[in-house]
């Protein structure tokens, strides 16, 4: 999934007066939130006036964002109408503005005056891309007040009430601005010869590697070969630009080889106010390769490189954009136990049973996939898979038995791979196979 970079920017200016955001309910050092990592994004349990919703963590946004309730009721009061403007590249979306929400995050975490923002545009959510019912997004306002661990290997944020500096003896330390609510860290990067020292803002909510704006970079070059291609959703429509691969990327001392980027045209970001200097992102694809702490008080980040800091960068080598559709009723043949005897109705005092093996169907609710998106001269494109068809197969495995991760990851998996694909469009079924291919493999001119 391409990802949906939801990188957002409310279109006017919020004046508020100080809040004192979250706060510890009981007298604990710290508190243990367990998260869903899917396609790189983290995904908590979040209570919004007493009912329990699921939110995406992103700290490219400054204020709580909600889209959708999923047939559940939430009661919002204080409410006023705003309009909001950020990437993409049609006409500003009305929203709500609501203050004085109660929002709670596990056991310990509480805050009594939360300011929320309701997307009233039906078409703007991203469940159907995740896989899992998404009702908003939180950001600055979770990170503000304390310092955060994320543990991408544990699946993992702690939240420290009492922070310890023996917490970050394994650590590399990095100095960290907060502008516009917003984290920022400077990051060495390497197009071919030079290196030049950016500032990127360090962004939970986009599944990319890293993010460039090639109109805010002097002299700014594509590196060969990139492709055009879908780069995700935000407020102000789809987001179009180009993929390519850069020769390095340091991040201190941390060096990554030919890691992927994303670069959105000049429309897609003309509505954004961006921080001063800011030349792009640095995204989960990258940070998921760290345990990382970030003390937005003290302004500092803290990396240790877990076990996928050498991972490649790989692509969806399919070209297929894939979404949710939904759940359906599947049946399976299972083969069921139903205990005799050979004594009539009486059991004997051994309960010693024959056993004789018989088959009925189990019907399962599973969920159902579909083409979102075909990249153009990709192998789904050459083998003929349009937008809308249906997956049945993946692989000899039905596509119900499996989540959107686990697609995923069989379409970025190794170049020269064969998938085979059962599909159906409209209600025809068709065959395909398609060998995987990376469209933008790492050229060195030097």
């Given amino acids: 999934m391409k990802m949906l970079k939801l990188l957002f920017i409310l279109s006017f200016f919020l004046a508020r007066t100080q809040e004192e955001g979250f706060q510890f309910q009981d007298k604990v050092k710290k508190e243990v939130i367990p998260f869903q990592l899917i396609n790189n994004l983290i995904f908590i349990p979040v209570t919004v006036n007493g ?3 699921t939110f995406m963590l992103d700290t490219g946004v400054s204020e709580t964002l909600l889209f959708s309730l999923e047939n559940k009721e939430v009661d919002f009061h204080n409410v006023e109408k705003i309009k909001f403007s950020g990437l993409g590249d049609n006409r500003d979306i009305e929203g709500l503005k609501s203050i004085k929400n109660i929002v709670q995050v596990s056991k310990n975490l509480k805050d009594a005056n939360h300011t929320i923002f309701l997307i009233l545009d039906e078409d703007f959510h991203i469940s159907s891309h995740v896989g899992i019912p998404v009702n908003g997004i939180i950001g600055y306002q979770f990170f503000k007040n304390f310092p955060v661990k994320i543990d991408y290997i544990r699946k993992k944020i702690t939240v420290y009430s009492d922070f310890n500096a023996k917490e970050t003896r394994r650590y590399e330390e990095l100095p960290m601005t907060v502008e516009l609510n ?6 060495g990067l390497q197009q071919m010869n030079e290196i030049k020292e950016s500032k990127l803002l360090i962004d939970l909510g986009n599944s990319d590697p890293i993010w460039l704006f090639p109109s805010l970079i002097p002299g700014f070059q594509y590196n060969r070969p990139n492709i055009e291609d879908f780069l995700g959703r935000g407020f102000n429509g789809d987001i179009y630009g180009k993929r390519s691969r850069i020769h390095r990327l340091m991040i201190k001392d941390y060096i990554f080889e030919k890691p992927l980027i994303a670069m959105p045209d000049q429309y897609s970001i003309q509505h954004i106010k961006l921080a001063k200097d800011r030349k792009g992102s640095v995204g989960a694809e990258v940070l998921k390769r760290f345990t990382l702490i970030l003390n937005y ?13 050498k991972d490649p960068f790989h692509i969806n080598m399919s070209g297929m954009d894939i979404k949710h559709d939904g759940m359906f009723w599947d049946k399976d043949l299972v083969q069921i136990k139903t205990p005799t005897t050979s ?3 009486q059991i004997p005092a051994t309960n010693t049973v024959v056993v004789n093996n018989a088959v009925q169907y189990k019907f399962t609710l599973k969920p159902e996939y579909s083409v979102s998106g075909v990249r153009g001269d990709s192998p789904a494109q050459k083998a003929g898979i349009r937008k809308g068809d249906r997956f049945i197969l993946i692989n000899g495995r039905k596509a119900g038995d499996m989540n959107l991760q686990e697609i995923y990851d069989l379409m970025k998996s190794e170049e020269g791979k064969e998938m085979s ?3 159906k469009r409209k ?3 068709l065959r395909f196979r398609i060998i995987l291919e990376d469209p933008i493999p790492y050229i060195d001119k030097q």
């Fill in 421 to 423: 694909l059962e599909m």
């Fill in 343 to 345: 004594y009539g109705d």
């Fill in 51 to 53: 009912a329990e919703l």
């Fill in 427 to 429: 209600q025809i079924s």
């Fill in 182 to 187: 917003k984290p920022y860290i400077m990051a």
């Fill in 297 to 309: 008080p003290k302004k500092r980040i803290y990396l240790r490189k877990n076990r996928h800091f």
